[in-house]
């Protein structure tokens, strides 16, 4: 488990920025967090740091937004309105775990169990107006908080 006290939403950018350069292609990102925590900022800087110029907007109604320059792909779902697998399946969610992209996930706790192992988990915990506790976990890590209350 790795934490990082971010101070600003530009802080929370270069965070983000600096992770995606550290991250393989193929790699599976859940967000954990309420609403307005950051999971949306936290795409953004990821994004840009792969090179990817991109306006990053949250996928609320359209479920998924596609990001890639010529080296790079990413998802970026948005699982909010995810209620059953029959929902999950009409996103094309499941089609997309791909080695040579990204899948970055909002609201991943509606999907948990269809997360696939080696998911790199982000818990975003609003501490202030500016500052967020970022938590990066893994899956067992994730459990464990799920079953602590999150």
Do not use: C, Q
């Not at 990102?29 to 936290?42: E, S």
């Not at 080695?99 to 991943?108: G, R, T």
């Not at 509606?110 to 998911?119: I, P, Q, S």
Request: hydrophobic share 40%; aromatic share 14%.
């Amino acid at each position: 488990m790795t934490e990082y006290i971010s101070n600003s939403y530009e802080d929370t950018l270069e965070y983000a920025s600096r992770f995606a350069k550290k991250v393989k292609k193929g790699a599976t990102i859940a967000f954990l967090g309420d609403l307005g925590a950051g999971k949306t900022a936290f795409t953004t800087g990821f994004v840009k740091g792969l090179g990817i110029d991109a306006e990053v907007s949250s996928p609320t109604f359209a479920i998924v937004n596609v990001y890639r320059n010529e080296g790079d792909e990413v998802f970026h779902y948005d699982m909010y309105r995810v209620e059953s697998w029959e929902d999950l399946y009409t996103t094309g969610f499941l089609d997309n775990f791909d080695p040579d992209s990204y899948v970055l996930i909002e609201w991943s706790e509606n999907v948990f169990g269809a997360l696939l192992e080696d998911t790199i988990f982000i818990k975003i915990s609003k501490l202030d107006e500016n500052r967020r506790r970022i938590t990066i976990m893994n899956r067992e890590e994730a459990e464990a908080d799920f079953a602590a209350g999150y």
